[in-house]
């Protein structure tokens, strides 16, 4: 794949992007301070005009946007009759237009499915990736360029996890979170911007940091993310996305009636852990990978990382009666790696809403 950042001095580009310029470990800690930014060619961007958007993507979705504010950033979540999640996006509104920023291979997706359901209401989504990019960073490096503003509003959206937004709801039972001081926004930029920033870059004027380093911010901050940690079974519940993603107290949309249930009187069968790999080898777990008790499996592995602080991180989606202080193992090319389990949503989430807070360590901290 060639892109306008691929002649950034040490650029490796794939098929998904700027994958990193070098140094993968020394970029986190450079995106992490606001130093670097970093282009998201795996995120695609929607343009939804129209006098009924709000109230129409409100009727879809997870999410309560009927009164979204013009440039305040939100999550949306379309669930299937089941309160499987179907497809998952960033969402701000200027006052004109609602923007929905998705991951790249969901993006089809989710458009052909809004087209189908406009039916006679005054909305035109339209994808809108010749005219618009993505860029990630911190929300003081992203004022460093310039994000597109058609209607006068600033097009960025500040992410807000791990907050709990108004009708969410946290399962996550550790304090502090380790997302808390996650400082994350995507700026929506157009394509002269792009090229612009990627001359910079190549002139070393502007610090860049690839996919490879958001990735791994991300694993380390228990964020969930749709080409990762969504298959076809997932509920929101299980990836703790009831957070940023779920209003719980909002009007009818489909899955609704699940998502209560499970909230209210039942569990999700399955529960997000962050895992903390052994170190002592240099493979990490493919996507999809067995999370192993003995011999048995009890669940896989959605994304993995090598973070600069932690070391060898991932995710994994495992069965609920999973015991929280199981010793646990991952299947990997080099055999089974030791994976010590940070309980992300308890087995009692659900039914029981009121989970004790425990002080989370770091495994840095422990070990001293």
Not at 60 to 79: C, H, K
Not at 222 to 241: I, N, Y
Not at 346 to 364: C, E, F, H, Q, Y
Request: a negative charge.
């Amino acid at each position: 794949m060639t892109g306008p950042f691929s002649a950034v001095p040490g650029a490796v580009v794939d098929d998904a992007g700027l994958q990193h310029v070098g140094n993968p470990l020394a970029e986190q800690r450079r995106l992490a301070a606001g130093a670097a930014l970093a282009p998201r060619a795996d995120r695609a961007v929607i343009a939804v005009p129209g006098e009924d958007r709000l109230t129409w993507l409100d009727s879809l979705s997870s999410q309560a946007l009927t009164r979204l504010d013009p440039g305040v950033g939100t999550e949306l979540l379309i669930l299937d009759p089941q309160g499987h999640v179907e497809h998952a996006a960033s969402v701000v509104d200027d006052a004109e237009t609602t923007w929905l920023i998705a991951d790249r291979a969901d993006v089809e997706g989710l458009y052909d499915w809004l087209r189908k359901m406009r039916f006679r209401l005054r909305v035109d989504p339209r994808i809108a990736d010749d005219e618009y990019a993505v860029i990630g960073g911190t929300a003081a490096a992203l004022e460093r360029i310039s994000p597109a503003a058609p209607a006068g509003v600033p097009l960025v959206w500040r992410d807000p996890w791990p907050s709990v937004t108004p009708g969410g709801h946290a399962y996550a039972p550790v304090d502090p979170h380790p997302g808390a001081d996650r400082d994350w926004a995507e700026a929506i930029v157009t394509r002269a911007e792009e090229a612009r920033m990627a001359d910079a870059a190549a002139r070393g004027e502007l610090e860049l940091a690839g996919l490879t380093a958001v990735d791994a911010l991300r694993v380390a901050a228990w964020r969930p993310r749709w080409t990762t940690d969504v298959d076809e079974r997932a509920l929101p519940h299980e990836l703790d996305w009831l957070r940023t993603a779920v209003h719980l107290d909002k009007g009818c949309y489909r899955g609704q009636e699940t998502i209560a249930k499970v909230h209210n009187l039942g569990h999700p069968p399955r529960r997000l852990v962050a895992l903390q790999l052994d170190g002592s080898g240099s493979v990490l777990p493919e996507h999809g990978a067995a999370v192993r008790l003995g011999d048995d499996a009890v669940g896989i592995v959605t994304s993995a990382a090598l973070h600069y602080e932690e070391g060898p991180i991932a995710l994994a989606v495992v069965r609920r009666t999973t015991p929280v202080d199981a010793p646990l193992t991952v299947d990997t090319a080099d055999g089974p790696v030791a994976a010590a389990q940070e309980v992300v949503v308890p087995p009692d989430a659900g039914a029981t809403a009121n989970v004790p807070r425990i002080t989370r360590l770091s495994r840095r901290a422990a070990a001293q």
